[in-house]
């Protein structure tokens, strides 16, 4: 069963933010939101993730709604090498081995 | 080193050949995955190894016989396969401890079963 659900395909302008949502209204309290990319003929990246607080890095921020039913990945600056298939999943975070399940993704398309 | 490193990058196997697809990573991660995609399709989980043993088989086809000989390599044994298993098989490690589901992958190796 898909825990995640997320829109098939985006398009975005070089240079502009992209904005990926991602509905989890199941998600539980001890579950961790994640996002994976997989750009065409590799394996899949890891991102970011996060419990409840937002949190950024070097490749994105992490918006997670306060009732924790939604979440969105931003990509401040996209560029044409972002354009991947965005997987957004859910996982315990602490568990000493990771299930990752994921959902059918979005395909992100950067366009110049 | 933060690579998992699998070979071969392609395979071509006939129905009643016995190969095997291999993967090594040196990041000192305890937990390593094995996934299998098809075309425009998300991964799919297919077995979890946890300190060199077998923690998860999502009810996999014994065809597929994975195993896990020390703590830096993982090899997955295909026998008798069906051309529906041509696919790209996913490799990835995990820290043990508290590494959660951030995985690293390697680059896949894909399989033609004719």
């Known amino acids: 069963d898909a825990k995640t659900t997320q829109p098939t395909s985006m398009d975005c302008a070089e240079g502009r933010a992209a904005n990926l949502p991602c509905n989890h209204s199941?998600?539980?309290?001890?579950?961790?939101v994640y996002w994976y990319r997989q750009i065409h003929s590799q394996g899949p990246q890891y991102i970011i993730h996060g419990l409840k607080n937002n949190e950024t890095n070097e490749m994105a921020s992490l918006i997670i709604t306060e009732d924790r039913k939604s979440s969105t990945l931003i990509l401040p600056h996209a560029t044409l090498r972002d354009t991947a298939v965005y997987y957004c999943?859910?996982?315990?975070?602490?568990?000493?081995?990771?299930?990752?399940?994921f959902g059918q993704g979005t395909t992100l398309q950067v366009k110049p | 080193d933060t690579e998992v490193t699998q070979t071969p990058k392609h395979l071509v196997m006939g129905m009643t050949n016995k190969k095997s697809l291999k993967c090594e990573q040196h990041?000192?991660?305890?937990?390593m995955y094995w996934y299998k995609q098809k075309a425009k399709k998300p991964p799919e989980l297919m077995f979890v190894y946890s300190y060199e043993k077998l923690s998860i088989n999502e009810s996999v086809p014994s065809r597929f016989s994975p195993e896990c000989p020390n703590s830096s390599l993982l090899n997955l044994h295909l026998h008798a396969l069906q051309p529906e298993d041509s696919a790209l098989y996913l490799c990835?490690?995990?820290?043990?401890?508290?590494?959660?589901?951030?995985?690293?992958f390697g680059s896949g190796t894909q399989l033609s079963v004719l």
């Open positions: 990041m000192g991660h305890r937990a």
């Open positions: 990835a490690s995990s820290h043990s401890t508290g590494g959660g589901e951030k995985l690293f």
């Open positions: 999943t859910l996982g315990r975070g602490s568990s000493n081995t990771g299930k990752l399940i």
């Open positions: 199941t998600i539980s309290g001890n579950e961790y």
